[in-house]
């Protein structure tokens, strides 16, 4: 186990590091000549095009990557996107149509409700799209060129294709220079060791880092934790704010960046214990007083930074439990893949 296990001391650390390399695994071949090829979908994008929808369907981590990817995959091809919990789907026998292009989402492939959900929208007469990958950047990644492939029809939104094309090629790099806050990370995480709870504040591309990283604070470290929406604080998270409760808000670089910059404001109103996440240099615009502990993190194509934002949160999960004296790698109640209903 230790050889598989290389100079680390769990899988988890493990496959934490080793992103900037699944991440250039992922693209390798796929991003060529400042284009995209995908060629499990090429005869598939004249009826993606056409969908009346694009429903992203999955659970957990895998849900949450495919709400990271939910705003440029709108952005991208102009075609509404909804999304969708396997079970809550099957739960509901919520309406799916033949228009529909359902994109199924999961690192495993076996997840059970996944799987039900699949053979439900086979039946309904969807075209299904299958995303499966090992991590959750790397799922981000995927539906990012997935995006890419299906707007590249589009003349107006060329440039910005360009743009996010050039950021996923520094991605890995970006990735390897966020992975240097580890120290940073266990540091916070020693600091937070004896906390009940941990809230977790992001919206607009980050609303889905804010889910993920609280996922992965419940499940690893057993702590519990909250990711939100901040658009909702004030509709009532706000009421839990003390000079205890650690939160943490995402406020990096975006076009909801001056919100957070409220949010933050309200929160220090209320003497929130903040612990801010923003891009490299922003400490004093996002805390002018200096009455917030801040992670800082390399700016990247805003729709591709959750995939920069997640690190520091999983390094501070997994710090957080190995400080707690939790077993990392095999998560209290939970299996490899949930193969049952
Ligand atoms: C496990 O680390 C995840 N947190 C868990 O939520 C997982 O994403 C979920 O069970 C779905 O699994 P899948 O991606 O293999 O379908």
Do not use: W
Not at 180 to 207: C, H, P, Q, T
Not at 260 to 267: A, G, P, T
Not at 270 to 297: N, Q, T
């Amino acid at each position: 186990e230790q050889i598989k296990k290389g100079s680390y001391d769990h899988f988890m650390q493990k496959e934490i590091h080793e992103q900037p390399h699944s991440l250039t695994t992922t693209m390798r071949g796929r991003l060529k000549d400042g284009g995209i090829l995908l060629g499990g979908l090429k005869e598939h994008l004249k009826t993606i095009r056409r969908s009346r929808r694009v429903v992203f369907i999955g659970c957990g981590t895998s849900y949450n990557a495919a709400l990271a990817a939910r705003p440029f995959v709108e952005e991208l091809t102009g075609i509404p996107v909804t999304m969708e919990v396997a079970s809550d789907l099957l739960d509901r026998q919520g309406p799916i149509y033949r228009e529909d292009t359902a994109v199924f989402v999961s690192q495993s492939g076996e997840t059970a409700d996944t799987l039900l959900a699949l053979d439900y929208a086979l039946a309904n007469g969807a075209l299904c799209v299958g995303i499966t990958n090992t991590a959750y950047t790397s799922q981000i990644v995927t539906m990012a060129m997935m995006a890419l492939a299906i707007g590249s029809d589009q003349i107006s939104t060329q440039a910005r294709r360009d743009a996010i094309i050039c950021g996923l090629s520094s991605l890995p790099k970006n990735v390897s220079e966020v992975l240097k806050l580890d120290v940073e990370m266990k540091e916070l995480a020693s600091s937070l060791i004896d906390s009940e709870s941990l809230l977790v504040f992001g919206r607009g591309y980050n609303y889905a880092t804010a889910l993920e990283g609280a996922l992965k604070v419940k499940e690893v470290a057993l702590m519990h934790s909250e990711g939100m929406l901040a658009g909702e604080m004030k509709h009532g998270p706000l009421a839990l704010v003390d000079e205890n409760l650690p939160i943490i808000v995402i406020a990096t670089r975006d076009a909801c960046f001056s919100k957070q910059q409220s949010v933050i404001q309200q929160l220090l109103s209320r003497k929130g214990r903040l612990i801010v996440m923003c891009s490299k240099g922003d400490a004093s615009a996002v805390c002018p007083s200096g009455s917030c502990r801040v992670i800082e993190v390399p700016e990247v194509a805003d729709c591709l930074q959750p995939v920069i934002n997640i690190i520091p949160l999983q390094l501070l999960a997994y710090h957080l439990t190995v400080l707690r004296g939790f077993d990392v790698d095999q998560p209290r109640n939970l299996a490899k893949s949930v193969t049952t209903q």
